[in-house]
């Protein structure tokens, strides 16, 4: 991403020269634009919780850099002559559901015709120019707090094989639908370091960004990390995604596992996830703290999953 065209503006906080969530933009002294954009294709049939999935996962940017998001616009592909457009009505409901227990809301959009359905937003959103969370900033001696279970995607391909449970996948989706507008608000409260959303690039490729970005090593205790219902078992049955493998190689020689893990086990933290938790570093002096605030206020699968150390060598992650 770095080598990509860029103009320079001193206003633009935060572009994607570390692949962060989404771009900072000052406006003024006491306001700059969250901006951010994302799209999927469906991870379930039902096209209304396709849509809050989606949803969800497209304001999730704008939350992992500690802003509000403020307005939304529909980003369509649809394959007109093959579904019906209630179909395509339906997907907008469930977004819109997302977009407005958000706060914000659903200004318009752009549809393409297209062979196969997708859907996202792109969403603007305002936080103070001083007071946004980046991928970068972790700090040696912070602790790393994760508010939701990693495992969709391997829990998505085997539900396709009719392998999980409906329990297991109803918690799934819930986990998904789920907004990460209380974790964010409560955790505004505390001295975050770094942030970010855990998502395409796995628990591994998304700590690693801010391993790298903050010039440090993130020490991560695989067992205490929250890992959905199931996913772990279907990983052992030999289900993967198209997209583990890929992950991997993201952090091939920058990453390793200390602790002896069967290789199933340990393709959950490379696992894509859709809408998934935030990840935070913080002081330690506030870790404990911040866990206990978030499991009151509602958020009750954040764990406090590893810590920060100085960088040595470059092994930026380990898997302990």
Request: net charge neutral; proline share 5%; hydrophobic share 40%.
């Amino acid at each position: 991403m770095a080598k990509l065209p860029r103009n320079e503006d001193p206003n633009l906080l935060v572009g994607f020269v570390n692949n962060d969530d989404a771009v900072i933009y000052r406006l003024t002294d006491d306001i700059a634009l969250v901006t951010t954009a994302d799209f999927i294709t469906p991870p379930v049939n039902d096209p209304y919780i396709f849509g809050q999935i989606a949803g969800a996962n497209a304001i999730s940017d704008v939350y992992a850099m500690g802003g509000r998001p403020v307005t939304c616009l529909n980003l369509a592909a649809f394959p007109i002559k093959k579904l019906d457009v209630g179909v395509l009505h339906q997907i907008i409901a469930g977004a819109l559901s997302k977009v407005t227990e958000s706060g914000a809301v659903l200004a318009g959009g752009h549809t393409i015709e297209d062979d196969e359905p997708k859907f996202g937003l792109a969403v603007t959103g305002v936080v103070h120019p001083k007071k946004y969370w980046s991928n970068s900033g972790a700090c040696p001696g912070d602790v790393l707090i994760l508010t939701k279970p990693i495992g969709s995607g391997v829990l998505f391909n085997a539900n396709i094989k009719g392998w999980v449970s409906e329990k297991a996948m109803e918690a799934c989706i819930v986990a998904l639908t789920t907004l990460n507008k209380t974790a964010a608000g409560i955790m505004a409260g505390f001295g975050i370091h770094a942030a970010t959303d855990i998502t395409g690039f796995g628990l591994a490729g998304h700590a690693f960004e801010m391993a790298k970005g903050s010039n440090v090593q993130l020490e991560i205790s695989t067992d205490r990390v929250p890992v959905m219902m199931e996913s772990l078992a279907m990983y052992k049955k030999g289900v993967t995604t198209g997209v583990n493998r890929h992950n991997r190689r993201l952090v091939e020689n920058k990453a390793r596992f200390e602790k002896s893990f069967p290789p199933w086990h340990e393709e959950i933290v490379f696992d894509p996830q859709t809408s998934g938790g935030l990840l935070f570093s913080l002081p330690e002096s506030q870790g404990e703290t911040a866990l206990n605030a978030l499991q009151s206020g509602g958020v009750r699968d954040a764990r406090l999953i590893g810590r920060v150390r100085e960088l040595k060598g470059d092994m930026n992650l380990i898997f302990k």
